[in-house]
């Protein structure tokens, strides 16, 4: 069964570095997403993609982030001068189209900044 | 704007009891309903949604919930549960006709006991 996959798995970074965060999508999906939980706490939304733009994003999601599709394949989520709140776990998810708006979790990448 | 409560962050049962894991939403507009589980260090599965149409909702290994608007919940159940099942369970709620991004819960980790 085709799946989202995620890379690193875990990554530990200085506090002020910057980091990516990548993601393969399911092959035939047009819709991206990346979603934050902070241990603890909900899972939230960070931002939407289609069509090679950001479609929805939250207030999150300021200046200090970013996303694109360098290759047309992999769906990256770019953290500039990472804070020590921004460790959390990060999922990407993606969807096909139409109406069933059901989202397909990828295994997430755990970010610890120290 | 939308929102989910579930109540219970943890819920314990022992192996072939009656699972019940509640989710209390609220929403301006008829909602969108879907329950996800992740296990240990996967991503998200979805177990089950509502959209329209018949308000008890199958899923699957065994899971449903019946949508109900008058109590605005959607309760998850499953008649016996199994040691497979552990797990955490996240309540989610999107708004059709405006923004499909899901609003999740806090999420309630399911222990079974043998």
């Known amino acids: 069964e085709p799946e989202v996959t995620q890379t690193p798995s875990h990554q530990v970074t200085q506090m002020g570095q910057e980091v990516i965060l990548r993601c393969v999508p399911i092959?035939?999906?047009?819709?991206f997403y990346w979603y934050r939980q902070i241990l603890g706490q909900k899972v939230e939304f960070l931002v939407s993609?289609?069509?090679?733009?950001?479609?929805?994003k939250s207030e999150i999601f300021d200046d200090q982030f970013s996303v694109e599709r360098p290759d047309g394949s992999n769906f990256t989520l770019k953290i500039r001068s990472t804070k020590l709140e921004d460790s959390a776990m990060y999922f990407c998810?993606?969807?096909?189209?139409?109406?069933?708006?059901?989202?397909?979790f990828g295994p997430g990448t755990r970010l610890t900044v120290t | 704007a939308q929102s989910v409560t579930q109540l219970g962050s943890h819920v314990s049962v022992s192996e072939g009891a009656l699972v019940l894991l509640r989710c209390n939403y609220s929403?301006?507009?008829?909602?969108?309903l879907f329950w996800y589980v992740q296990y240990p260090n996967q991503g998200l599965q979805l177990l089950l949604k509502?959209?329209?149409?018949?308000?008890l909702v199958k899923g699957i290994n065994g899971f449903e919930a019946e949508f109900k608007k008058s109590e605005t919940s959607f309760h998850l159940t499953k008649p016996s549960a199994h040691m497979s099942d552990a797990a955490e369970y996240f309540c989610?709620?999107?708004?059709?006709?405006?923004?499909?991004?899901?609003?999740f819960g806090r999420g309630t980790s399911l222990i079974v006991h043998p």
């Open positions: 998810a993606t969807g096909l189209a139409g109406a069933s708006y059901e989202q397909y």
């Open positions: 092959s035939n999906h047009l819709y």
């Open positions: 993609f289609y069509n090679n733009e950001i479609s929805e």
């Open positions: 929403s301006s507009v008829p909602p969108y």
């Open positions: 509502y959209t329209t149409g018949a308000t």
């Open positions: 989610a709620v999107s708004a059709p006709g405006g923004s499909y991004i899901p609003t």
